[in-house]
């Protein structure tokens, strides 16, 4: 069965970066990137921290240029000191949100339970949710990423998303942040297994966007986004510098 093409989507993840100036030139230059090229065959998403958000968000507005969360609670509203709703990222512009991050899942020890509610929430307050999956060296060296990827994406994924209001990002714990990849033969075969998990539980599985994520950048963009199955990219670091982050999108975009 061959690929649909659907078109990509480059998420850039600030994470815990940057100073309000940085996040503003940031930001500034992507937009006239964006302005001189209106035609660009990709969907551009920034997810800055949060009290960069609402900055972010007026400096992107009509720039065609999307911006999302890192995180949102399960609830709307409540006695939930630092956490952030879905509802309020909505509120103040935001489209998307992220959810299941490694890191969120390692430093909070988030569980796909808990991932599941967030995603959920997310939907309900309006926002694209975008579902991170991905294993730990360990498990890929005992031959289990196939079984995790399973596991998280069925713990983690709402009952009631389509493609609309899902992307889901295959990110291998072990290749964030290292400036280490899989082989695009790696990513292919964990897309396909991803692919057919979406399949089966969605009518329009076929059309959710799957992201690999895990040291893209502009030298290696073009190699994993033409992999059959992957549908974009979720940038960490390479997304904190604009000339990079724009060439991954004109990979992606294939000019
Ligand atoms: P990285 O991060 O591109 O810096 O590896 C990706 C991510 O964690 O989303």
Not at 57 to 85: F, M, P, R, W, Y
């Amino acid at each position: 069965m061959t690929a649909m093409r659907l078109r990509p989507l480059i998420a850039g993840n600030w994470k815990m970066n940057g100073s309000r100036a940085q996040a503003e030139a940031l930001i500034s230059d992507l937009r006239a990137r964006r302005a001189a090229q209106p035609d660009l065959a990709a969907d551009l998403l920034v997810c800055p921290p949060a009290p960069h958000v609402m900055r972010v968000v007026n400096l992107a507005e009509g720039s065609g240029i999307a911006v999302g969360g890192q995180d949102c609670h399960t609830k709307a509203s409540g006695a939930h000191t630092g956490d952030t709703a879905a509802a309020m990222l909505a509120d103040c512009g935001c489209r998307y949100v992220i959810v299941g991050h490694s890191e969120r899942r390692a430093d909070h020890g988030e569980t796909s339970e808990l991932v599941a509610a967030k995603a959920k929430a997310a939907l309900a307050a309006g926002l694209i949710a975008i579902v991170c999956v991905g294993e730990t060296e360990a498990e890929r060296d005992r031959g289990a990423t196939l079984d995790v990827i399973s596991s998280q994406l069925e713990g983690s994924v709402p009952a009631d998303a389509e493609a609309t209001n899902l992307v889901v990002a295959y990110e291998p714990v072990w290749a964030i942040g290292t400036g280490r990849t899989p082989t695009p033969e790696d990513v292919a075969a964990v897309h396909a297994h991803i692919r057919g998990l979406l399949q089966a539980w969605f009518k329009d599985g076929a059309e959710i966007r799957i992201l690999y994520g895990g040291s893209v950048k502009a030298s290696n963009a073009a190699s994993l986004l033409h992999v059959p199955e992957v549908n974009g990219a979720l940038v960490g670091g390479a997304s904190l510098k604009s000339e990079e982050f724009w060439a991954i999108a004109l990979a992606a975009a294939g000019s």
